[in-house]
């Protein structure tokens, strides 16, 4: 089973950055398209970026397109989502999720980010 952990959380200022990673273990992520998803408080969870599972091809909310970049390296079993230019609003607990191609979907915990001043 694909165990998923996310890291690079925490509290940052408007207009700063910062980069989340999501390693597997148990199983390569090579034959998984993964997808960054958030959730903010009293909201449900929205999809943020995609990644096909061999990285050729990716996809971004409007809300995060220009600011956030999704990538992958298979080599290290992970991805990762690079987020710039913050706003308060990107406040929220960001998960990853691994889609197989039988259509099972792995999830991992969540790490918070924080983006206040």
């Known amino acids: 089973q694909v165990q998923l952990v996310e890291s690079g959380g925490g509290l940052v200022q408007p207009g700063g950055s910062l980069r989340l990673s999501c390693t597997g273990s148990g199983y390569s992520l090579s034959i998984y398209a993964m997808s960054w998803y958030r959730q903010a408080p009293g909201k449900e969870r929205e999809l943020v970026a995609y990644?096909?599972?061999?990285?050729?091809?990716?996809d971004h909310a409007d809300s995060v397109k220009g600011r956030f970049t999704i990538s992958r390296d298979n080599a290290k079993n992970t991805v990762y989502l690079q987020m710039n230019s913050l706003k308060p609003e990107d406040t929220a607990v960001y998960y990853c999720r691994a889609l197989a191609p039988s259509g099972r979907a792995y999830w991992g915990q969540g790490t918070q980010v924080t983006v206040s001043s």
């Open positions: 990644i096909s599972s061999s990285g050729g091809s990716t």
